[in-house]
C-alpha cells in the first residue's frame, strides 16, 4: 500500500516568490493534515481536512498561506508571497478519520528554503 | 495550555545499551500520549501509543507507560541497536477526538556500534 506522498521533496526559492506543494493521502483516508516543522522543532499544525471541508485552520497564517483539497483527496499548500521565516519543512499527513484511535500517517516532507 | 516536553539531545549510546528519553506534558483534559519516530529521509512513523493512565504502550522493544500522577511518558529500551538511529517525537492529543497533535521537540538518539 502506497503510504502519504508529497512533492516536491526540496524547494529553494527567492523571497517574495510563491511556492506550492502537493500532498497525496492513502487512499481512502478521509482527514488531511498540514503540519509545519521549524529545524529543531516538533511539527504543528497548519490545517485539518475532513473531506474537503477545512475543519481546522486557526493556526495557518491565512494573509499568505492557502490551502485546498479538491474532490477531497489531493491537497496543495501554498506560500504567497514566501518570507525567509516560512523556511521550514512542511509534512503532510492523513487518517482514516479525526479521533486519537485513528493513526495520523505522515508523508517525507518537503523542505523549503527560502533565499 | 497543551505541550509536551521531552530531553533535549543529541542522545549518543554504544550498541546495546539502554535508552531513557523523558517526556512530560501538560494538559487541559485528559490526552491520549504517543511516541513518534523519524528515521532519517523518511516521514513520522507511529512507534507507540497509550490511551489511558498505567497504560504501557510497546513496538519494536521500546516501551512507555501512561503516568498520569507524574504527567510523564518515558521511553525506553533495554539495548539499542544501530538501527534505531532517528529522531524520537513525544506527542499528546486530547480525547476529544478532534484536537490535532502537540508534538515534543524530538531528541535525536545516535547508536554507535
Known amino acids: 500500500e502506497a503510504g502519504v506522498v508529497q512533492s516536491p521533496r526540496y524547494k529553494i526559492i527567492e523571497k517574495k516568490q510563491p511556492v506550492a506543494f502537493w500532498c497525496n493521502p492513502i487512499s481512502g483516508h478521509n482527514t488531511l493534515y498540514w503540519y509545519l516543522q521549524n529545524l529543531g522543532q516538533g511539527p504543528e499544525l497548519l490545517i485539518r481536512y475532513e473531506n474537503e471541508e477545512a475543519v481546522d485552520d486557526s493556526q495557518l497564517p491565512k494573509d499568505r498561506f492557502s490551502a485546498e483539497r479538491l474532490k477531497g483527496v489531493d491537497s496543495t499548500l501554498k506560500i504567497q508571497p514566501a518570507e525567509l521565516g516560512d523556511s521550514a519543512v512542511y509534512l503532510c499527513?492523513?487518517?482514516?478519520?479525526?479521533?486519537?484511535?485513528?493513526?495520523?500517517?505522515f508523508g517525507p516532507g518537503t523542505r523549503l528554503t527560502v533565499l | 495550555g497543551n505541550s509536551v516536553t521531552q530531553m533535549e539531545g543529541p542522545v549518543t549510546l554504544s550498541e546495546e545499551a539502554f535508552l531513557t528519553i523523558n517526556c512530560t506534558y501538560t494538559?487541559?483534559?485528559?490526552?491520549?500520549l504517543f511516541w513518534y519516530v523519524q528515521y532519517p529521509g523518511e516521514g513520522l512513523q507511529l512507534l507507540l501509543k497509550?490511551?489511558?493512565?498505567?497504560d504501557k504502550g510497546s513496538n519494536k522493544g521500546f516501551e512507555a507507560t501512561y503516568r498520569k500522577e507524574t504527567t510523564s511518558f518515558h521511553l525506553e529500551k533495554g539495548s539499542v541497536q544501530v538501527s534505531d538511529s532517528a529522531v524520537y517525537f513525544c506527542a499528546l492529543s486530547l480525547n476529544s477526538g478532534n484536537t490535532p497533535l502537540v508534538f515534543g521537540k524530538g531528541t535525536r538518539l545516535s547508536v554507535i556500534a
Open positions: 499527513a492523513s487518517s482514516f478519520r479525526s479521533g486519537i484511535d485513528n493513526e495520523q500517517f
Open positions: 494538559a487541559t483534559g485528559y490526552p491520549s
Open positions: 497509550a490511551t489511558k493512565a498505567d
